[in-house]
């Protein structure tokens, strides 16, 4: 589902940003501090738009707090063919849910890092809280740049049998917003932050934004357009201590019980403190292997990845196969104190999941002398040294 997170090109554009942020807003609430914000962020002014309707719907269906509650749950929604609202979801005492605006405004680009940190920014001024949560709901294609995913050709030239039930790519109005432009909107750290967007469990998305958030929830593949089993998962998201894990499985459970190629998905929980430590033990296999990488028969690592889109590859399954007994020991408790928890289905659609280590990787193999040079401005590639 791809948030991918979406950015703007030109200085012209940031100027337009900001006067579009221009908005209605009430703050009917008091200043005390709030216990704990969820905000759930839904970039959907794009061929996803029917989807977040149903994920509102569904939303309502299941544990939303009430109105004089400590706890808040806001909801920014960009639908196609609708103005961008922030809404303030609370239950009545007869069980009935009330959709508060709290700020709407002129149509602007939801792909937008300037968009979504003034939306964060004016959730905090508003809702002062001792946690925020932010769930990021769109499409995403993990570390690529800017249109890489669907402008390059990878020898595969029929239309892909299942376009329509994932969120493999999109953007609002042909802008994305790259991981370093999602980074830098994020004004202020979170508990965590969940990715309901395709390909975001990857090293690379996961260790630049690992001062952001404590934990962060993704899927290494694409996720189904349904997305997360939001009628289920706001009750563990709003305990006392958050129960991320449930979360994980409320969300493999969703599709497990389905049929057919429904039955896909692949979700994991990171750990972000312990991230540098997996880039220490990384650097030194890199650079003790690093003559395996470029002979590597890539038939023997996991993909994660359908119509030869070819950079997301099983990190764990890559250092078993470049690794001593002894080194690949080292990195998989390192790996086990940063992916928590992990599951997944069987097969992701057409792909067979045989090794999943719940988090991907990009391999120089062969050398793409474009990606291989973007990707060493990753905080990854710096500490890891994967690619010199």
């Not at 009917?28 to 029917?50: E, Q, W």
Request: overall charge neutral; charged content about 20%.
């Amino acid at each position: 589902m791809n948030i991918k997170i979406l950015r703007y090109t030109a200085t012209v554009l940031v100027t337009a940003a900001l006067v579009l942020l221009s908005s209605c807003e009430k703050n009917p609430f008091s200043n005390d501090d709030y216990r704990k914000v969820v905000i759930l962020y839904m970039a959907a002014n794009n061929n996803l738009s029917s989807y977040a309707e149903h994920n509102i719907a569904t939303l309502k269906g299941g544990f939303i707090p009430d109105k004089n509650s400590k706890d808040i749950l806001i909801v920014y929604a960009h639908i196609a063919g609708n103005i961008p609202k922030l809404t303030r979801l609370f239950k009545n005492s007869d069980g009935s849910v009330t959709e508060d605006p709290v700020a709407v405004y002129e149509d602007h680009n939801s792909a937008n890092g300037d968009v979504l940190k003034a939306v964060l920014n004016k959730v905090k001024t508003i809702f002062p809280a001792k946690e925020y949560g932010l769930i990021l709901w769109s499409h995403a294609t993990g570390w690529l740049p800017q249109g890489y995913y669907n402008s390059t050709f990878q020898g595969t030239w029929f239309e892909d049998p299942y376009a329509g039930m994932v969120k493999s790519f999109g953007e609002d109005r042909g802008v994305e917003m790259e991981i370093k432009e999602l980074k830098s909107a994020l004004p202020f750290h979170f508990n965590f932050i969940i990715f309901d967007c395709c390909f975001m469990g990857g090293i690379e998305s996961v260790y630049e934004l690992k001062d952001k958030a404590t934990y962060i929830i993704a899927s290494p593949t694409e996720i189904l357009a349904n997305g997360f089993p939001y009628r289920d998962i706001m009750s563990p998201l709003f305990q006392t201590k958050s129960n991320l894990e449930e979360a994980c499985r409320l969300f493999y459970e969703y599709y497990n019980a389905q049929s057919g190629v429904h039955k896909s998905a692949t979700i994991a929980l990171y750990k972000t403190e312990n991230l540098r430590q997996l880039a220490t033990v990384a650097k030194g296999i890199f650079n003790n292997h690093r003559d395996k990488i470029q002979t590597l028969d890539m038939g023997k690592i996991q993909p994660y990845f359908r119509l030869n889109k070819r950079w997301f590859w099983d990190l764990g399954n890559l250092i078993e196969e470049i690794a001593t007994p002894t080194e690949y020991l080292t990195f998989r408790t390192a790996l086990e104190n940063v992916v928590v928890a992990k599951w997944t289905t069987e097969y992701f659609i057409d792909i067979k999941i045989n090794k999943f280590s719940g988090i991907s990787t990009y391999i120089q193999n062969p050398s793409n002398s474009f990606l291989d040079t973007f990707y060493k401005g990753f905080d990854w590639n710096f500490d890891s040294e994967m690619i010199k």
